[in-house]
């Protein structure tokens, strides 16, 4: 069965530090898509990134970073220098192949709330 | 502009009083899905649809129906609601009629059942 796990619930760090989010996921497909959300204060949900299963390479996007291991079954977010407008809740999401039995359901882990402090 | 909207954004009501929650999407998006958010539970998906009268379960669906009569609005109804059901609901759609492109969420319907 599907799983995510993202074992931080809370972090607070001080502005300009680095700080990584961790997102472990169970899957028994071979096909399968990780997603990264933002939810700020204002509790919107925003889309910050897609993966597909058959790409290990790593992204950046300015001071957002994401490291997927298919060896460890991680997909783990780092934010560099964070800024305080950084703090939100981040979840993350892994949702399988259609064709796989789980259809196009789509399970979130239980987020990680991350304060940056100035 | 493009989005999802929901109706209402904030609900209070009592048990056993059947409610509707409006879903609208103006990205012509086959997906649509409707979440739970509980402390601690992070989102879970109660029901979503791969397209027109297309729709299954998700993690967590006893208590709710939902009906996709039409492209572009997914309704979610609780029959019959209970305290358990107070949570904030967030309704979402997706381009293709797959759960594996990103998102679009609206704004989230905080309901309180009493």
């Known amino acids: 069965a599907q799983k995510v796990t993202q074992a931080q619930t809370e972090i607070s760090v001080v502005e300009k530090e680095d700080v990584t989010l961790d997102c472990v996921y169970e899957t028994r497909d071979t096909t399968y898509y990780l997603f990264w959300y933002k939810q700020p204060p204002s509790g919107e949900l925003v889309f910050l990134i897609r993966r597909n299963s058959f790409d290990e390479q790593n992204e950046i996007s300015g001071r957002y970073s994401w490291n997927f291991q298919k060896s460890t079954s991680s997909f783990n977010f780092t934010i560099t220098a964070s800024q305080v407008v950084d703090s939100a809740v981040y979840f993350c999401a892994l949702s399988e192949d259609e064709r796989g039995s789980s259809a196009s359901k789509i399970i979130f882990g239980s987020g990680t709330r991350l304060s940056i402090r100035p | 502009e493009a989005q999802v909207t929901q109706n209402p954004r904030y609900l209070i009501t009592v048990t056993g009083k059947k409610l509707t929650v409006t879903c609208s999407q103006n990205?012509?998006?086959?997906?649509m899905s409707w979440y739970r958010q509980d402390p601690g539970l992070g989102l879970r998906q109660i029901y979503y649809s791969m397209n027109v009268e297309v729709t299954d379960k998700g993690d967590v669906p006893e208590g709710y129906k939902v009906s996709r009569k039409e492209k572009r609005n997914f309704p979610l109804i609780l029959e019959s609601p209970s305290p358990n059901q107070t949570s904030l609901y967030f309704c979402?759609?997706?381009?293709?009629?797959?759960?594996?492109?990103?998102?679009?969420f609206g704004p989230g319907t905080r309901l309180t059942v009493t």
């Open positions: 990205m012509n998006h086959e997906y």
């Open positions: 979402a759609s997706s381009p293709h009629g797959q759960g594996s492109y990103e998102q679009y």
